[in-house]
Every structure is written in structure tokens, then in C-alpha cells.
């Protein structure tokens, strides 16, 4: 019954945005902290950014300042506003929901990201 739909992705020149989203169904923000994940060829899949039910964020050190992770609990959608992308930013970028308290946690399908000159 959970459903998360990722969009947004595509060709990107560097230094260049891109706003992915991920809209949410069966799920309420309020139990869940949402992330987002990438996973580039041959590499393992990592966590680019969270958002937690009460709102706090982290982010990995390779996009702190440059990404920004948020939500709109109105819509049901997880938004990731990537900036200042670089050719290492190339990944497929995976929404996550993590139910507060246990580890079972829900995948998206992905949307793929390219940057490239």
C-alpha cells in the first residue's frame, strides 16, 4: 500500500539545478523519515540526505550546501533541490521511507540523474 514515485530526474550541465520529487501514498509523514539515496555504476547505493517526522535534516558531505531536502506534508511529496551539480552527482536517486522505530524500510523506483558537459 506504500507507494513512493520519484520524478524530476534528467540531463543536467555542470553547475547546473534539478528539483526531484517524490510523491507518497500510503504513508504519513508524521510516522516516517523520508530520505533520499543514489547509487552510481558499480558503486554502493548512499545516503545523499534525510529528513526526519519533526522536520531535522542531515546531509552527506559531498552535497552539503549545494542540495537541499524538503517536504510538503499538504502534497505528500519529498522534495531534493540539487544545485551546483558535478559529473560525480551522476546516479540513480532513490526516495526512501523509513517507519519510525523498525527498519522495513520503503523504496521508490528511481529517477536517473546525468550531469554532463
Known amino acids: 500500500q506504500v507507494q513512493l514515485v520519484e520524478s524530476g530526474g534528467g540531463l543536467v550541465q555542470p553547475g547546473g539545478s534539478l528539483r526531484l520529487s517524490c510523491a507518497a501514498s500510503?504513508?504519513?509523514?508524521?510516522?516516517?523519515?523520508m530520505a533520499w539515496y543514489r547509487q552510481a555504476p558499480g558503486k554502493q547505493r548512499e545516503l545523499v540526505a534525510r529528513?526526519?517526522?519533526?522536520?531535522?535534516?542531515n546531509y552527506a558531505d559531498y552535497v552539503k550546501g549545494r542540495f537541499i531536502i524538503s517536504k510538503d506534508s499538504a502534497k505528500n511529496t519529498v522534495y531534493l533541490q540539487m544545485n551546483s551539480l558535478k559529473l560525480e552527482d551522476t546516479a540513480v536517486y532513490y526516495c526512501?521511507?523509513?517507519?519510525?522505530?523498525?527498519?522495513?524500510?520503503?523504496w521508490g523506483q528511481g529517477t536517473q540523474v546525468t550531469v554532463s558537459s
Open positions: 526512501n521511507a523509513a517507519p519510525v522505530g523498525v527498519q522495513n524500510d520503503y
Open positions: 500510503g504513508i504519513a509523514f508524521s510516522f516516517y523519515t
Open positions: 529528513i526526519t517526522n519533526f522536520g531535522r535534516t
